[in-house]
C-alpha cells in the first residue's frame, strides 16, 4: 500500500527534492520569447523558418540556446510554403515566423496555402510594443485583421503568463476538424518581458502535436445508409482528394477498395491515395483525365473522400454529370452539398469513416458484375498508357513535359516525393506521373495554386523526410519568383533537385493567350532567357542544362545520387505556346464562352 504521507503531492517537498537534486529553484526568470520557444519545444518543433526583427528577438535568443532548428529563410512567403510542405509530408505542424507589417503581410499567401489545403501550421508573428502602438510605429499595420482571412484563427497574446496556455491552443487549432494555420501574434513587449515560471510548468498535450488530432466517426444511420448503397452497387467508384492524406487514410482506403473492388479516381491532391500502379487505380479526374471521367459518367455510386470537388476536380462543375448518386465524406460539414447534391452525407474523418464503412459492409459479398467493372479500369488504363506511350517517351527536342514525366516514372525510387509547381507542373505531373507507392508522394500546391512553392515546398518535405529522394518541377516564372531560397537550400544543406521547366515564358498565361487571341498576341508573357544552371552554380550549388530528350536520364540519376545540397536542372522545353497545354493541342482546342479550357 502506498504510504501518502511519502508518495502524495507535496510542492513543498517537491522543492526540497529538487534542491536537493541540485536542480534550480521552482521558478525561473524567463523572458516572453523563451517562454514561447520552451513551449514549441515541448511540442515537438521541427524546424523553424523565419527572419527576424527587433520584436521577437529574444524568441530567436532562446531558440539559439535551447538548440531548436531555426532558419533564416529569406522570404516569410517561402518560410510559409516550407512549413506547409512540412506538414504536409509529416502531419506534424508546421512552424513559420516573421516580424510585425512587411514580415506578416509577406507571411499571407502561404498561409493561404495552408488554409485551404489543410495542413495544421503555427505562425508566429511579432507585433508592436502595446506602448506605443498605433502612434506611427514603424512598420505597424492592421496585421490582425490582414491576417484573419488566411488563417484558422488569429490568437494574439496580451498576458505574457497566458504564453504557454495560448501556445497550447493555437497546436490544439492547427490539428483539430480540418487542420489549418494559426497565426499567433506576439507584441514585442510580451515577448521582451520577463516572467517568474516553472520551466517543468512549459508542457504540450501529446494528442496536438499531429494532425489529425481527433478523428470523428460518421452518423451510425448514415453510415448504414451508405453501405446498402456500396453494397448492391454494380459500379462504384471512390473519388479521392487531398483530404486523404491529411487523415492518413491512404492505407485504409487502399484497403477498404481491395476488399470490395471499388476503382478509385483521385485529384492532384490525392495522388497516392491507392498507389497509380494499383489495378484500381482509374488516374486523375476532372480538367485532366486518363480515364476516370468516362468511369465517373459511368458509375452507379460514387464515394467522394476528402474532396472539396472545386472547380479543377470538376471540370468547372461538370464532372460527375448531374444525376449520379453520391456519398460525400468530409470532415467539414460544409463542404457536403456545397457543389454536389450528396445523397448520403457521412460528416467525420476519413480513415474513421473508411473504417467504419468496412466494418458496416462486413459479410457483405459486392454484386457479381463488380468485378467487370473493376476489370474495366485495367483494360482501359492499358489502352490510355498505350495512347499515351508517345508523349511519356517523345524525342521532342526541346524536351516535351511529357517526356520528362516519362523519365521521372522510370527513375524515380517508389519513396520519392514529387514536389509540383502552381502552373503547368501540377496538371502535368498529376496527370501524367505513376506514383508506385500509396501515401503522400505527389505535393502540389493546390490549396492556393501560387506559382513559387516548388522550391521551397521542396525544402519542407526534405526536411520531414530526409531519407526520401525530393525532386521538385518549377516553371521558370515560378523559380524566378523564389531562387533567392537556393541560397537557404544551400546553408542547409538539403539536397533537394529542382527541376525548372525552361520556357522562356509565364507559359501557361501564353497559351491561354495564343488560344484565345491568336498567334503572336501575347502579352506580358515572356521572360529574358536565361540559364538557371549558370544561376545555381552562382549561387553556389550545383546546376545542369538539359536541352535534348537523352541527356535528361542522366542528369537525373546525377540528381539522385547527390547529396550535397541543391541540385538545379535547367530544361530547356518548347517555346511554341501551341504546345504547352497538357494533353491538349492548343491548335484543336474550342473555347466555350465561360468555361476553361486549361
Ligand atoms: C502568384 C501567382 N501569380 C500568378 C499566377 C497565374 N499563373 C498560373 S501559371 C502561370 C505561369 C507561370 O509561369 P512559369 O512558372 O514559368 O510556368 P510555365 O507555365 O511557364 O510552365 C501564372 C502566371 C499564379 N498561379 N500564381
Ligand atoms: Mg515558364
Given at each position: 500500500?502506498?504510504d501518502?504521507?511519502?508518495?502524495?503531492?507535496?510542492?513543498?517537498?517537491?522543492?526540497?527534492?529538487?534542491?536537493?537534486e541540485?536542480?534550480?529553484?521552482?521558478?525561473?526568470?524567463?523572458?516572453?520569447?523563451?517562454?514561447?520557444?520552451?513551449?514549441?519545444?515541448?511540442?515537438?518543433?521541427?524546424?523553424?523558418?523565419?527572419?527576424?526583427?527587433?520584436?521577437?528577438?529574444?524568441?530567436?535568443?532562446?531558440?539559439?540556446?535551447?538548440?531548436?532548428?531555426?532558419?533564416?529563410?529569406?522570404?516569410?512567403?517561402?518560410?510559409?510554403?516550407?512549413?506547409?510542405?512540412?506538414a504536409?509530408?509529416?502531419?506534424?505542424?508546421?512552424?513559420?515566423?516573421?516580424?510585425?507589417?512587411p514580415?506578416?503581410?509577406?507571411?499571407?499567401?502561404?498561409?493561404?496555402?495552408a488554409?485551404?489545403?489543410?495542413?495544421?501550421?503555427?505562425?508566429?508573428?511579432?507585433?508592436?510594443?502595446?506602448?506605443?502602438?498605433?502612434?506611427?510605429?514603424?512598420?505597424?499595420?492592421?496585421q490582425?485583421?490582414?491576417?484573419?482571412?488566411?488563417?484558422?484563427?488569429?490568437?494574439?497574446?496580451?498576458?505574457?503568463?497566458?504564453?504557454?496556455?495560448?501556445?497550447?491552443?493555437a497546436?490544439?487549432?492547427?490539428?483539430?476538424?480540418r487542420?489549418?494555420?494559426?497565426?499567433?501574434?506576439?507584441?514585442?513587449?510580451?515577448?521582451?518581458?520577463?516572467?517568474?515560471?516553472?520551466?517543468?510548468?512549459?508542457?504540450?498535450?501529446?494528442?496536438?502535436?499531429?494532425?489529425?488530432?481527433?478523428?470523428?466517426?460518421?452518423?451510425?444511420?448514415?453510415?448504414?445508409?451508405?453501405?446498402?448503397?456500396?453494397?448492391?452497387?454494380?459500379?462504384?467508384?471512390?473519388?479521392?482528394?487531398?483530404?486523404?492524406?491529411?487523415?492518413?487514410?491512404?492505407?485504409?482506403?487502399?484497403?477498404?477498395?481491395?476488399?470490395?473492388?471499388?476503382?478509385?479516381?483521385?485529384?492532384?491532391?490525392g495522388?497516392?491515395?491507392?498507389?497509380?500502379?494499383?489495378?484500381?487505380?482509374?488516374?486523375?479526374?476532372?480538367?485532366?483525365?486518363?480515364?476516370?471521367?468516362?468511369?465517373?459518367?459511368?458509375?452507379?455510386?460514387?464515394?467522394?473522400?476528402?474532396?472539396?470537388?472545386?472547380?479543377?476536380?470538376?471540370?468547372?462543375?461538370?464532372?460527375?454529370?448531374?444525376?449520379?448518386?453520391?456519398?460525400?465524406?468530409?470532415?467539414?460539414?460544409?463542404?457536403?452539398d456545397?457543389?454536389y447534391?450528396?445523397?448520403?452525407a457521412?460528416?467525420?474523418?476519413?480513415?474513421?469513416?473508411?473504417?467504419?464503412?468496412?466494418d458496416?459492409?462486413?459479410?457483405?459479398?459486392?454484386?457479381?458484375?463488380?468485378?467487370?467493372?473493376?476489370?474495366?479500369?485495367?483494360?482501359?488504363?492499358?489502352?490510355?498508357?498505350?495512347?499515351?506511350?508517345?508523349?511519356?517517351?517523345?524525342?521532342e527536342?526541346?524536351?516535351?513535359?511529357?517526356?520528362?514525366?516519362?523519365?521521372?516514372?522510370?527513375?524515380?525510387?517508389?519513396?520519392?516525393?514529387?514536389?509540383?509547381?502552381?502552373?503547368?507542373?501540377?496538371?502535368?505531373?498529376?496527370?501524367?506521373?505513376?506514383?508506385?507507392?500509396?501515401?503522400?508522394?505527389?505535393?502540389?500546391?493546390?490549396?492556393?495554386?501560387?506559382?513559387?512553392?516548388?522550391?521551397?515546398?521542396?525544402?519542407?518535405?526534405?526536411?520531414?523526410?530526409?531519407?526520401?529522394?525530393?525532386?521538385?518541377?518549377?516553371g521558370?516564372?515560378?523559380?524566378?519568383?523564389?531562387?533567392?531560397?537556393?541560397?537557404?537550400?544551400?546553408?542547409?544543406?538539403?539536397?533537394?533537385?529542382?527541376?525548372?521547366?525552361?520556357?522562356a515564358?509565364?507559359?501557361?498565361?501564353?497559351?491561354?493567350?495564343?488560344?484565345?487571341?491568336?498567334?503572336?498576341?501575347?502579352?506580358?508573357?515572356?521572360?529574358?532567357?536565361?540559364?538557371?544552371?549558370?544561376?545555381?552554380?552562382?549561387?553556389?550549388?550545383?546546376?545542369?542544362?538539359?536541352?535534348?530528350?537523352?541527356?535528361?536520364?542522366?542528369?537525373?540519376?546525377e540528381?539522385?545520387?547527390?547529396?550535397?545540397?541543391?541540385?538545379?536542372?535547367?530544361?530547356?522545353?518548347?517555346?511554341?505556346?501551341?504546345?504547352?497545354?497538357?494533353?491538349?493541342?492548343?491548335?484543336?482546342?474550342?473555347?466555350?464562352?465561360?468555361?476553361?479550357?486549361?
Open positions: 500500500m502506498p501518502t504521507l511519502t508518495h502524495g503531492p507535496s510542492p513543498i517537498r517537491e522543492r526540497g527534492e529538487r534542491l536537493r541540485g536542480k534550480a529553484e521552482m521558478t525561473n526568470e524567463m523572458t516572453g520569447g523563451e517562454v514561447l520557444a520552451r513551449m514549441l519545444q515541448a511540442h515537438g518543433a521541427g524546424p523553424i523558418f523565419g527572419m527576424g526583427g527587433f520584436q521577437l528577438l529574444p524568441f530567436y535568443d532562446a531558440c539559439r540556446r535551447l538548440g531548436l532548428s531555426h532558419s533564416l529563410i529569406n522570404d516569410e512567403r517561402c518560410g510559409a510554403f516550407a512549413a506547409d510542405a512540412y504536409k509530408v509529416s502531419g506534424r505542424v508546421g512552424l513559420v515566423d516573421a516580424t510585425l507589417g514580415g506578416a503581410t509577406n507571411l499571407v499567401t502561404g498561409l493561404v496555402e488554409l485551404n489545403a489543410g495542413s495544421p501550421i503555427v505562425a508566429i508573428v511579432g507585433d508592436t510594443h502595446r506602448a506605443h502602438s498605433w502612434k506611427n510605429m514603424t512598420q505597424e499595420a492592421h490582425a485583421e490582414i491576417l484573419r482571412p488566411a488563417v484558422k484563427e488569429v490568437i494574439r497574446v496580451e498576458v505574457t503568463a497566458r504564453l504557454p496556455e495560448l501556445v497550447r491552443r497546436f490544439a487549432v492547427a490539428t483539430t476538424g487542420p489549418g494555420p494559426v497565426a499567433l501574434i506576439v507584441p514585442e513587449d510580451v515577448c521582451h518581458d520577463t516572467i517568474a515560471l516553472d520551466p517543468e510548468s512549459l508542457t504540450a498535450n501529446a494528442r496536438y502535436q499531429m494532425a489529425p488530432a481527433l478523428r470523428a466517426r460518421p452518423d451510425a444511420h448514415a453510415l448504414a445508409e451508405a453501405a446498402a448503397l456500396l453494397a448492391g452497387a454494380e459500379r462504384p467508384l471512390i473519388l479521392a482528394g487531398g483530404g486523404v492524406h491529411i487523415s492518413r487514410a491512404a492505407q485504409a482506403l487502399q484497403t477498404f477498395a481491395e476488399r470490395f473492388q471499388i476503382p478509385v479516381a483521385h485529384t492532384m491532391s495522388k497516392g491515395a491507392v498507389a497509380c500502379s494499383s489495378p484500381l487505380s482509374a488516374g486523375l479526374f476532372g480538367r485532366y483525365d486518363r480515364i476516370a471521367n468516362g468511369m465517373i459518367a459511368e458509375a452507379d455510386v460514387l464515394l467522394a473522400v476528402g474532396c472539396k470537388l472545386g472547380e479543377i476536380a470538376t471540370k468547372r462543375y461538370t464532372v460527375p454529370p448531374p444525376g449520379k448518386t453520391l456519398i460525400h465524406l468530409d470532415i467539414v460539414a460544409e463542404e457536403i456545397r457543389t447534391p450528396a445523397a448520403v457521412l460528416w467525420g474523418d476519413a480513415k474513421a469513416g473508411l473504417n467504419a464503412l468496412n458496416a459492409l462486413a459479410g457483405k459479398s459486392p454484386p457479381a458484375a463488380r468485378s467487370a467493372w473493376s476489370d474495366e479500369v485495367v483494360t482501359r488504363m492499358a489502352a490510355w498508357r498505350e495512347s499515351a506511350r508517345e508523349r511519356l517517351e517523345s524525342e527536342v526541346p524536351v516535351s513535359m511529357g517526356r520528362l514525366i516519362g523519365e521521372l516514372n522510370r527513375l524515380l525510387p517508389g519513396d520519392a516525393i514529387l514536389v509540383a509547381d502552381g502552373g503547368f507542373a501540377a496538371h502535368w505531373g498529376g496527370l501524367l506521373f505513376d506514383q508506385r507507392q500509396a501515401g503522400r508522394g505527389f505535393l502540389p500546391d493546390r490549396g492556393f495554386a501560387s506559382i513559387g512553392y516548388g522550391l521551397p515546398g521542396a525544402m519542407g518535405a526534405k526536411l520531414a523526410a530526409p531519407e526520401r529522394p525530393v525532386m521538385a518541377i518549377t521558370d516564372g515560378g523559380f524566378n519568383m523564389v531562387l533567392g531560397e537556393l541560397e537557404t537550400a544551400r546553408r542547409m544543406g538539403l539536397a533537394v533537385t529542382i527541376i525548372v521547366v525552361n520556357n515564358a509565364s507559359g501557361y498565361v501564353k497559351a491561354l493567350q495564343h488560344l484565345m487571341y491568336g498567334e503572336g498576341a501575347y502579352q506580358s508573357s515572356d521572360l529574358a532567357e536565361t540559364n538557371y544552371a549558370r544561376v545555381a552554380e552562382a549561387m553556389g550549388c550545383r546546376g545542369v542544362r538539359v536541352e535534348t530528350p537523352d541527356a535528361l536520364a542522366p542528369a537525373l540519376k540528381a539522385l545520387a547527390n547529396k550535397d545540397g541543391p541540385f538545379v536542372i535547367d530544361l530547356v522545353v518548347t517555346r511554341d505556346p501551341a504546345k504547352m497545354l497538357p494533353a491538349a493541342d492548343s491548335r484543336a482546342v474550342q473555347v466555350k464562352k465561360g468555361d476553361r479550357v486549361a
